[in-house]
């Protein structure tokens, strides 16, 4: 199935060095926000902490929840309004090792129940995570996602060549800071399951960046005095009415979780409709260009 033909000849070579231009200004007002906030907004897994979902009857403002709990003795509270309706609502309490997820949950519990009655919430879920466990987890999440790039780029090395392998690895690292700076400025929640977004995005992007690639390396040895310029830039027209068709399923399935998904998997969904887009744009627009500029400086073979 062709959604666009493949002798098609879109210039995305003649406008790399802009289209990188404008992936370094993104990253930049990426990292200039998370400063700005003062980092991330760590979720329970990395932040440490109690996390207690509540769910009312009916309808309640934040700041009667906040002046109901001021009194609990846990430390400054965080609440933020989870669900439709301002009914369901995220109590976030820093807290002591020591002090059990039961022990803290009951005492919030009870604390609700003296301001707005018996019956009139329920408790959905409570979880506690201590601080030196929150950041081992955030550490390890960090290792996770820079071992899983690694890998990748060592892959495509092993599979391709040297150039192949840098491009892919800056393409990827591009891919996880625009969707971090993304997640940074809508203020979603860094956790778990966002690590989990971005090791889906890193496998991803890799798998076009591979198909592109070999299709490169297909044409360089069916031109060999071609251009190099000249041959990455028919690849990714021959290659384009896949990607489309790729990404564009892909993104069906990613916008539907997003809309009917829930809250608790807004972040995560968000995540993959960003990075799988930056995905697809740097592997245009990032690692095939790059291929050409190290192959221009290794004198490998005459470009455009």
Same mark, same amino acid.
Not at 51 to 66: K, P, T
């Given at each position: 199935?062709?959604?666009?033909?493949?002798?098609?000849?879109?210039?995305?070579?003649?406008?790399?060095?802009?289209?990188? +231009?404008?992936?370094?200004?993104?990253?930049?007002?990426?990292?200039?926000?998370?400063?700005?906030?003062?980092?991330?907004?760590?979720?329970?897994?990395? +932040?440490?902490?109690?996390?207690?979902? $509540?769910?009312?009857?009916?309808?309640?403002?934040?700041?009667?929840? *906040?002046?109901?709990?001021?009194?609990?003795?846990?430390?400054?509270?965080?609440?933020?309004?989870?669900?439709? #309706?301002?009914?369901?609502?995220?109590?976030?309490?820093?807290?002591?090792?020591?002090?059990?997820?039961?022990?803290?949950?009951? *005492?919030?519990?009870?604390?609700?129940?003296?301001?707005?009655?018996?019956?009139?919430?329920?408790?959905?879920?409570?979880?506690? $995570?201590?601080? *030196?466990?929150?950041?081992?987890? @955030?550490?390890?999440?960090?290792?996770?996602?820079?071992?899983?790039?690694?890998?990748?780029?060592?892959?495509?090395? &092993?599979?391709?060549?040297?150039? &192949?392998?840098?491009? +892919?690895?800056?393409?990827?690292?591009?891919?996880?800071?625009?969707?971090?700076?993304?997640?940074?400025?809508?203020?979603?929640? &860094?956790?778990?399951?966002?690590?989990?977004?971005?090791?889906?995005?890193?496998?991803?992007?890799?798998?076009?960046?591979?198909?592109?690639?070999?299709?490169?390396?297909?044409?360089? *040895?069916?031109?060999?005095?071609?251009?190099? +310029?000249?041959?990455?830039?028919?690849?990714?027209?021959?290659?384009?009415?896949?990607?489309?068709?790729?990404?564009?399923?892909?993104?069906?399935?990613?916008?539907?979780?997003?809309?009917?998904?829930?809250?608790?998997?807004?972040?995560?969904?968000?995540?993959?409709?960003?990075?799988?887009?930056?995905?697809?744009?740097?592997?245009?627009?990032?690692?095939?260009?790059?291929?050409?500029?190290?192959? @221009? &400086?290794? #004198?490998?073979?005459?470009?455009?």
């Amino acid at each position: 199935m062709e959604l666009i033909k493949n002798d098609l000849n879109i210039d995305f070579v003649g406008h790399r060095r802009i289209a990188m +231009a404008i992936s370094a200004v993104l990253i930049l007002l990426s990292l200039a926000v998370i400063f700005a906030r003062g980092g991330l907004n760590y979720g329970i897994d990395f +932040a440490g902490g109690i996390l207690v979902h $509540v769910r009312f009857q009916q309808a309640r403002q934040v700041v009667e929840i *906040r002046e109901a709990l001021s009194s609990i003795g846990l430390g400054e509270s965080d609440i933020q309004d989870f669900g439709s #309706g301002a009914t369901e609502f995220l109590v976030r309490l820093p807290v002591e090792e020591a002090v059990a997820t039961q022990d803290a949950s009951a *005492r919030v519990a009870s604390t609700l129940t003296q301001k707005f009655g018996e019956g009139s919430f329920e408790v959905l879920r409570s979880e506690l $995570v201590g601080p *030196r466990v929150g950041a081992e987890l @955030r550490e390890r999440a960090i290792y996770a996602v820079l071992f899983a790039t690694v890998v990748m780029g060592i892959y495509i090395w &092993f599979r391709f060549q040297w150039r &192949f392998a840098i491009g +892919a690895a800056v393409a990827l690292f591009h891919d996880v800071l625009i969707t971090i700076g993304a997640l940074a400025v809508m203020n979603y929640e &860094f956790d778990l399951s966002i690590v989990a977004a971005l090791l889906t995005i890193v496998g991803f992007s890799v798998n076009d960046t591979v198909v592109i690639s070999d299709r490169i390396r297909e044409n360089m *040895r069916k031109s060999r005095k071609e251009s190099l +310029a000249a041959i990455v830039n028919r690849s990714i027209n021959e290659t384009l009415s896949r990607t489309i068709i790729t990404t564009g399923t892909a993104e069906i399935v990613i916008l539907a979780l997003f809309l009917l998904g829930g809250n608790v998997i807004h972040g995560f969904a968000f995540s993959l409709l960003v990075g799988f887009i930056a995905g697809v744009y740097s592997t245009v627009y990032i690692a095939a260009p790059l291929v050409i500029e190290l192959d @221009r &400086f290794a #004198g490998a073979r005459p470009i455009k």
